[in-house]
T-cell receptor, first 114, second 116 residues
């Protein structure tokens, strides 16, 4: 089955700096890579996703890159703000018979210091 | 206008008891999921239902029994609760179209289960 590794497990940055989180996956058939943000006590919420036919995607201060050959993908947050503090999860999935099982990385706790 | 809702939000119970968690989505999705988030925040899928049919069962103990009365509801019943069942349980839903791409999963607010 799919295995997703995520690094680092914790990340502390100064407000205004960039944050980068990296993930690797094992199943070459995976073709959908979402990133979820989970604030304390809240539900995971999708912030950006990328499909395997795209190498890079950007949405305002957030960007994701995907290297299919190396089986890794990364999340980049620029100009970090205190409200970016949360746990971020990467995940990998592929289209299966009648569902799409998300396999999550272990999460990265991001702390943005004002 | 809540998209995915769960009840209860908190559940505190004794070992050995039986409890249920309910989930409802009003997004018109055909696929629903249960995830378990342990104390280290690790998120792992437990079950997936598509149009009331069990699709994914991730080697979860058979003390856990999901039930889907219709496309909009997926409930989780847990028998003989154990200390290790303490976790946050998230319901999620997505639209899975035949031969279509994988789509976003929307998560419910979670149910924090504490077994004493």
């Amino acid at each position: 089955g799919e295995n997703v590794e995520q690094h680092p497990s914790t990340l502390s940055v100064q407000e205004g700096d960039s944050a980068v989180i990296k993930c690797t996956y094992s199943d070459s058939a995976s073709n959908y890579f979402p990133w979820y943000k989970q604030e304390l006590g809240k539900r995971p919420q999708l912030i950006i996703d990328i499909r395997s036919n795209v190498g890079k995607k950007k949405d305002q201060r957030i960007a994701v890159t995907l290297n299919k050959t190396a089986k890794h993908f990364s999340l980049h947050i620029t100009e970090t703000q205190p409200e970016d503090s949360a746990v971020y999860f990467c995940a990998a999935s592929r289209r299966e018979a009648a569902g799409n099982k998300l396999t999550f990385g272990g999460g990265t706790r991001v702390l943005v210091k004002p | 206008d809540t998209a995915v809702s769960q009840t209860p939000k908190y559940l505190v119970t004794q070992m050995g008891n039986d409890k249920s968690i309910k989930c409802e989505q009003n997004l018109g999705h055909d696929t629903m999921y249960w995830y378990k988030q342990d104390s280290k925040k690790f998120l792992k899928i437990m079950f997936s239902y598509n149009n009331k049919e069990l699709i994914i069962n991730e080697t979860v103990p058979n003390r856990f029994s999901p039930k889907s009365p219709d496309k909009a509801h997926l409930n989780l019943h847990i028998n003989s609760l154990e200390l290790g069942d303490s976790a946050v349980y998230f319901c999620a839903s997505s639209q899975v179209r035949d031969r279509g791409p994988v789509n976003e999963q929307f998560f419910g607010p979670g149910t924090r289960l504490t077994v004493l």
